[in-house]
T-cell receptor, first 111, second 113 residues
Framework: TQLLEQSPQFLSIQEGENLTVYCNSSSVFSSLQWYRQEPGEGPVLLVTVVTGGEVKKLKRLTFQFGDARKDSSLHITAAQPGDTGLYLCAARSSGTYKYIFGTGTRLKVLA | EAGVTQFPSHSVIEKGQTVTLRCDPISGHDNLYWYRRVMGKEIKFLLHFVKESKQDESGMPNNRFLAERTGGTYSTLKVQPAELEDSGVYFC???????????FGSGTRLTVV
């Protein structure tokens, strides 16, 4: 069974701090997505990465896909209270369109 | 553009009853997916439609679950009869291209008592 482990599970930081969330697996994936989810809402897609080593930036968020396409990281610079939420990674293998979701990282940014 | 719409947003039913969840995808999105999260677990894939055809239903837990997509537009997911372990949040997502650009709905929270 393929698993996506995210770390840390919970993170509480002060506004302005930097943080990194990790998404790890022993499997190779053809693409990986990061989502943010808020209470009572569905996950909102932030980014999709498909190439090993790929780095994408979305304002203060930097996403990296591992060289071997088994892991990914999400780095947030100067976190804001609006960044608070549940961050999910999701990955799919070649030959399928279904995604496996990670265990999630719950981030709280304190003002 | 309107997003993915799911209803009801909440449903509380008794064990043994039937419940039907509905999903309206973004207009023009041929790909429609159902996922669910049961308490304390990760979001898990249920099935994938391309237009009206089931492309992959490997995640459907058992034959109490029936999904349809009439005319390739909206989709329904029926649970009959519902069991306690079916409680959770059921999400629908749609995309133009298979496997990319998912847009999720807000989900239906199903509680079986």
């Amino acid at each position: 069974t393929q698993l996506l482990e995210q770390s840390p599970q919970f993170l509480s930081i002060q506004e302005g701090e930097n943080l990194t969330v990790y998404c790890n697996s022993s499997s190779v994936f053809s693409s990986l997505q990061w989502y943010r989810q808020e209470p009572g809402e569905g996950p909102v897609l932030l980014v999709t990465v498909v190439t090993g080593g790929e780095v994408k930036k979305l304002k203060r968020l930097t996403f990296q896909f591992g060289d071997a396409r088994k892991d990914s990281s999400l780095h947030i610079t100067a976190a804001q209270p609006g960044d608070t939420g549940l961050y999910l990674c999701a990955a799919r293998s070649s030959g399928t369109y279904k995604y496996i979701f990670g265990t999630g990282t719950r981030l709280k940014v304190l003002a | 553009e309107a997003g993915v719409t799911q209803f009801p947003s909440h449903s509380v039913i008794e064990k043994g009853q039937t419940v039907t969840l509905r999903c309206d995808p973004i207009s023009g999105h041929d790909n429609l997916y159902w996922y669910r999260r049961v308490m304390g677990k990760e979001i898990k894939f249920l099935l994938h439609f391309v237009k009206e055809s089931k492309q992959d239903e490997s995640g459907m837990p058992n034959n109490r679950f029936l999904a349809e997509r009439t005319g390739g537009t909206y989709s329904t997911l029926k649970v009959q009869p519902a069991e306690l372990e079916d409680s959770g949040v059921y999400f629908c997502a749609s995309s133009q291209q298979g496997g990319y650009g998912y847009t999720f709905g807000s989900g239906t929270r199903l509680t079986v008592v």
